[in-house]
């Protein structure tokens, strides 16, 4: 879930040359650049740079909107688009500056870790998939990996058209959703990708939206930190970059050359051993490890607010309809704290967009044979402490030797469901069953659940994966049946149960489903 990669001296040591190469070109925000997808029906802002005091106007359509460069930024708000395009916008200032290509439709964020940033070329059917990838007015806008120690304005990215040839570079989750979207909407989509694999969710918060919850206090110092020593880490980097660059450089010639050829043969050995259904070959290591980079005045991408301040404050206020999410593998190991941290990053963005509270719908990890059940079981507390929030079930579509399962195709049919029937008001079951309550009579424990769709389910065979437990707290396996929308959980020695658990392991073995096809979240009823 890692993703690596050499920090690089950030805006503040070079803010001064920025302000002072402002001139009187007006220049518009690069997400307001050729082929960009703008947001349907509601009012859109539209910014960028100018010269202090230069008069911006901004007309698409039949709209022509001015205002006055302050600061040597302008900002503009266009009455709500209807769906459509292509569009030319033109910023007038001292100069003009025309976009063209632009739709009109409905723009999502799509962010996360590796599993949002896995690219379609990547997926489990891509070579038969990708062909059939002619949709160009769906659009993606990937924002270059950057971290910042303050929050930055501009994003570095274009606007992709997708097609066959375009899509293998697009996230899979994102394009499968917006695929979805778009053939059941049938208006443009736009989808801005923003994720960096193996990054936690308090990288993705703002230091502002860690609140003052003592359970996030930490977070909050080390960014504050971060800020009060940046001068001083500025001043000795470039030092210290040269120096691991040289040491890097001695490492590839001594050691990383032998160990790519280590690896290459170890990655064949793993593709037999999984073709033949034998145990895995352990993973080699160097020699020696490699150098690490230093880190960087702007910290690093697990950094808190680090990834808030250089790949989502950039692209806000852009108006979208709502956003996507997959993580939550990097927080495995603070599943509890992940309890509080995730509902607080969802609010701090919500309330920077100002949007009210918009869409955010979020996928639970796969199994696997590194991830606890803990950490879905934070997800799916989200739920009824989030209003407008949906969450996508994955333990079909996991793979336990493998954090990266490739089948993204379901993921993001998921999430498009989930936007259909809660966004855009279609009638139609979206997720899978979730635990809602319990009683205990007798012997048993009967458990009843939302999202039942047309019914329960047992696919292919008796209900599995259920275990229960008295007084004594100890988990056995247990016998469940369905009884209309309620399931019926009981254990030979088990006289009074307590608890029943579902689900509850790293790569659960399960089988709950509802009519619609869509699995049950793994659950425990003894939430500590």
């Known amino acids: 879930m890692t993703s ?15 302000c002072g190469s402002l001139h009187a070109d007006v220049k518009p925000n690069p997400l307001f650049t050729d082929g960009a997808v703008l947001q349907r029906g509601q009012p859109v802002p539209v910014w960028g740079t100018a010269r202090n005091g230069e008069k911006v106007t901004v007309e698409i359509d039949s709209q022509k909107v001015s205002t006055t460069a302050s600061d040597g930024k302008w900002s ?37 870790q590796s599993n949002m940033e896995w690219n379609f070329s990547k997926a489990h059917n891509a070579n038969e998939e990708g062909p059939k990838a002619a949709f160009p007015k769906i659009r993606m806008f990937t924002v270059k990996k950057t971290t910042s120690a303050k929050p930055l304005t501009e994003a570095v990215g274009t606007w992709v058209e997708c097609s066959p040839e375009t899509v293998g570079g697009f996230s899979a989750v994102g394009y499968f959703f917006a695929r979805d979207l778009f053939q059941k909407l049938g208006v443009p989509v736009g989808m801005i990708h923003t994720s960096w694999g193996g990054t936690p969710a308090q990288a993705w918060t703002s230091l502002e939206g860690f609140g003052k919850d003592p359970e996030l206090k930490g977070y909050v110092d080390i960014a504050n930190q971060r800020l009060a020593n940046f001068d001083a880490d500025a001043a000795t980097y470039r030092a210290k970059l040269e120096e691991f660059n040289t040491k890097l450089k001695e490492w590839n010639e001594t050691v990383g050359k032998a160990y790519q ?32 980079a230093p880190p960087g005045p702007d910290g690093g991408q697990s950094d808190p607010a680090t990834l808030y301040n250089g790949m989502l404050a950039p692209v806000i206020p852009y108006a979208i309809k709502g956003a996507i999410w997959y993580q939550g593998e990097s927080n495995a190991m603070q599943s509890k704290q992940y309890r509080t941290l995730f509902p607080a990053m969802i609010a701090d963005w919500r309330a920077r967009w100002k949007q009210g509270d918009f869409p955010f719908f979020f996928v639970q990890i796969a199994p696997f044979n590194g991830q606890p059940p803990e950490i879905r079981e934070a997800q799916f507390l989200t739920l009824a402490k989030v209003k407008n929030t949906a969450m996508v079930v994955t333990t079909d579509v996991g793979d336990a030797t493998d954090i990266h399962p490739t089948r993204k195709e379901p993921v993001g049919q998921r999430l498009a469901l989930a936007a259909r029937a809660l966004t855009y008001g279609e009638k139609t079951e979206y997720s899978g069953p979730l635990y809602e309550s319990m009683t205990a009579k007798g012997g048993e424990i009967a458990l009843s659940f939302k999202h039942v769709g047309g019914g329960l389910v047992a696919k292919d065979g008796e209900l599995k994966g259920f275990t229960i437990a008295g007084e004594d707290k100890q988990f056995v396996p247990a ?46 009823t003894d939430v500590d």
């Open 261 to 292: 050829e280590t690896l290459k043969s170890w990655n064949e050995a793993t593709a037999q051993a999984k073709q033949a259904g034998q145990p895995l070959p352990p993973k080699p290591a160097p020699s020696s490890p490699q150098p690490n």
């Open 76 to 112: 503009v708000k266009l009455k709500p688009l209807k769906e459509g395009g292509p569009f030319t916008m033109t910023v007038t200032g001292d100069n003009a500056v025309t976009v063209n290509n632009l739709l009109v439709g409905e723009v999502w964020v799509c962010s996360g």
């Open 479 to 524: 016998q469940a049946k369905i009884q209309g929308s309620a399931i019926l959980v009981s254990a030979e020695g088990v006289v009074a149960p307590k608890a029943v658990r579902y689900g509850w392991a790293n790569v659960p073995d399960v089988n709950l489903f509802n009519q619609q096809g869509l699995p049950a979240s793994p659950f425990r």
């Open 4 to 18: 690596k990669s050499i920090p690089t001296l950030n805006r503040f040591a070079i803010a001064a040359v920025v």
